[in-house]
Nanobody, 121 residues
């Protein structure tokens, strides 16, 4: 089993920065990538960024150039550095464990509890 615990959310003004962390415990051989999703009220959950075991990354168009995903394999932690935040980035952010196939990220169904990010205008 895989457990994911997020931290680092909060309230920030437009243009500010936050860094989210996701600590992973447990293992599954089918997992070789990690991702961050977000879900705003009334909207579907969307993939924000993903990173593979070799360092490959993918980003949603809406966050390219502002968000950076990284991982510390020693500590089994994934980070999401969010800069130049906008009110439309307001959402609950979820850590996810998954895999890459044909350069696309897929969830394995392991989720953290979520952390709220609120960007005030």
């Amino acid at each position: 089993q895989v457990q994911l615990v997020e931290s680092g959310g909060g309230l920030v003004q437009t243009g500010g920065s936050l860094r989210l962390s996701c600590a992973r415990s447990g293992s599954a051989f089918s997992i070789n990538a990690m991702g961050w999703y977000r879900q705003a009220p009334g909207k579907q959950r969307e993939l924000v960024a993903a990173i593979g075991s070799g360092g490959r990354t993918n980003y949603a168009d809406s966050v390219k150039g502002r968000f950076t995903i990284s991982r510390d394999n020693t500590n089994n932690t994934v980070y999401l550095q969010m800069n130049s935040l906008k009110p439309e980035d307001t959402a609950v952010y979820y850590c996810n464990a998954g895999y890459y196939s044909s350069n696309l990220y897929y969830s394995r169904g392991y989720w953290g509890q979520g952390t709220q990010v609120t960007v005030s205008s």
